[in-house]
């Protein structure tokens, strides 16, 4: 961008609030933003409370939302504060019930059509070991790392998204971010250059904002659970605005090390009142030296997966 | 950055982990501390390697984020300005609708309401912790910092800023600091540096998963 001075002239593009949604979350009670992984039961969890975004599983009914707005160049306006509708993912892509001392998922998976990921025998075996609590410290987000492709958009903790020229960025709340360029000639880090959000370069199909990601280091968890993505993870994700108020979000991944096939996830992201605050995850984490201890005794124990 | 506001904000010499600087004071002199912050800023220069909140991967606050050495990018909207750093993908977002500071919360990287005055965008952060330090020397602030920042193009690769900080617990008067920003001409994007994970895999605290992680080159 030359100057400053440019967007002086830009129109103004509000971004309007749904009237029936849940208030926007307390602040923690010590008055603080942030918020350890430990401060909401999960580890990932946003700066207010769990379930006090609106938007979840069970919130109140919605009011219709205005049709979808459009930048000056006529493309859709994805911009705003949002929370994705992930229906428990952080806690397990498919669909499962309370267990393991995890949250249920109402499961995320939209193909294969059952619902179940095409893991590779070892794969689903090595996210069952993962699901443990003795396996817990091994998730990267406990350790307040950030939480990687594509997972950072359904911790349960939101983000706000700008359209800058030439851009779409994602600010995620627990402090992380995605710059996506909209460059049809960009191409894609070397290939031994491995990020934990990977490298993204955006194009517009019709009203689709179409992702493709790869340079993926393969480090995180796609979710507490333990769901498995590995280094060789490549993604085309589409966000499609529904109306005003909701953007339906899709990602098919392709992850031969893992998987048998590629598959889907989606899920709908819902425009959010208020600010996206800050989490302070490392700076607050009192989980950690907890979780470290029952790996550490499962190790004694000898019953460690 | 090209200076060594990161290592010192005041006029230093070198010593141990601290690289020589100029001083980054507007008037060039020194930071007006009460006798008491004073001593304790010294106290914070002698116990820095253990003290400093940046060697355990903290936040690094504002302004200390804009010259610690790390790149990042500027986005502009409508309604927000908004800067995305490589150090551990950390981001600003400044507010330009006019909304009010928060009330009641307090933020490692601050609450930020810019506005234009006429070429330069003048951002108030406010709400910080006490937490943060403003370099490697130990100089510091309260819960009461306000910091005003100005960022004004002066030629299309330059942005100089300058930085009014007051803290009536700490310092006797406000103070400012100033210094250039160049764009790196020569990068298409920002890579990550993870201060945490990165450490915690070199200290063994974050193993490496050989199923799932890039392959490491063959020998």
Redesign the interface.
């Known amino acids: ?8 002239t ?6 309007t609030m749904a009237a029936a949604q849940a208030p926007p979350p307390a ?1 923690a009670q010590d ?4 918020g350890g992984p430990g401060a909401q039961g999960g580890r990932t969890g946003g700066a207010g409370a769990q379930g006090g975004r609106g938007g979840g599983r069970g919130g109140a009914p919605r009011a219709p939302a205005g049709p979808v707005k459009r930048m000056p160049d006529g493309k859709p306006d994805l ?1 705003g504060h949002f929370s994705s509708d992930a229906g428990g993912a952080n806690y397990g892509l498919e669909a499962h019930p309370s267990q393991f001392a995890t949250p249920p998922s109402r499961g995320i998976v939209v193909d294969p059509p059952d619902g179940r990921l095409p893991y590779q025998e ?1 794969a689903r075996a ?1 996210f069952m070991k993962r699901w443990t609590p003795e396996r817990g410290y ?1 998730d ?1 987000t406990a ?4 939480a990687g492709f594509s997972r950072s958009l359904w911790t349960p903790s939101p983000f ?1 998204i ?3 020229p030439g ?1 779409v ?1 994602i ?1 995620m709340e627990r ?3 995605r ?1 996506i ?1 909209i460059d049809a000639t ?1 191409k894609h ?1 070397p290939d ?6 990977g ?1 993204s370069i955006g194009h517009w199909e019709g009203d689709t904002l179409v992702v493709e990601t790869a340079n993926n ?3 995180t968890w796609m979710n507490e659970s333990g769901d ?4 060789a993870a490549t993604a085309v994700e589409r966000f499609t605005p529904v109306d005003a108020d909701t953007i339906d979000y899709k990602v098919t991944i392709t992850d031969p ?2 998987m048998t096939r590629p598959y889907t996830l989606g899920f709908e992201m819902r425009r959010q009142q208020g ?4 989490v ?1 995850c ?2 607050d984490n009192q989980d950690l030296e907890h979780l470290k201890h029952v790996k550490e005794e499962a190790r004694k124990n000898g019953t460690l997966k | 950055m090209r200076n060594r506001a990161a290592y010192g904000l005041e006029y230093h010499a070198s010593s141990y982990g601290i690289l020589p600087g100029k001083s980054v004071l507007t008037d060039g002199g020194k930071i007006p501390y009460t006798p008491a912050a004073l001593k304790k800023r010294n106290d914070n220069f002698e116990k820095r390697a253990e003290l400093d909140p940046f060697n355990k ?3 690094p606050g504002v302004p200390r984020i804009m010259y610690i050495e790390h790149p990042f ?10 800067m ?1 750093f490589e150090w ?4 600003r ?1 400044f ?1 330009t609708d006019g ?1 009010k500071h ?1 009330d ?6 601050g609450d930020n309401r810019a506005r ?1 005055e006429g ?1 330069t ?1 003048v951002n108030e952060a406010t709400n910080f ?1 006490d ?1 943060t330090w403003l370099d490697a020397a130990g100089n510091f602030h309260s819960e009461q910092l306000k910091v005003t920042e100005r ?1 004004t ?1 002066v030629d ?1 690769d330059t942005i100089q800023y300058e930085v009014q900080f007051e803290d009536p617990k700490v310092f006797t008067r406000p103070w400012s600091i100033t210094m250039p920003f160049f764009r790196h001409k020569d990068m ?5 540096f ?1 201060c ?2 990165e450490k ?1 895999e070199a200290n063994g ?3 490496r ?1 050989e ?5 490491k ?1 063959k020998p």
């Open positions: 961008m030359r100057s400053f001075t440019l967007s002086l830009a129109l103004l593009v509000s971004a602040p008055g603080r933003a942030g911009t070892w090595e091994d990267p350790h307040c790392f950030v706000q700008l359209q800058p851009y960025v600010l402090m992380s971010w710059v360029p960009r880090l031994d250059v491995r990020l934990w959000q490298d280091n393969g480090k498995v993505i590995s280094y090390v893992v600010e996206i605050l800050e302070a490392h700076e | 991967c903290f936040m990018q500027i986005f502009q909207t409508p309604n927000h300005v908004a995305t551990s993908q950390v981001y977002l507010y909304s928060q009641g919360i307090e933020f490692w990287m234009w070429d965008l912790n937490q960022y193009m299309p298409d994007r920002l890579l990550e993870q945490q994970a915690e605290e974050f193993e998963d199923k799932t992680w890039y392959p080159p």
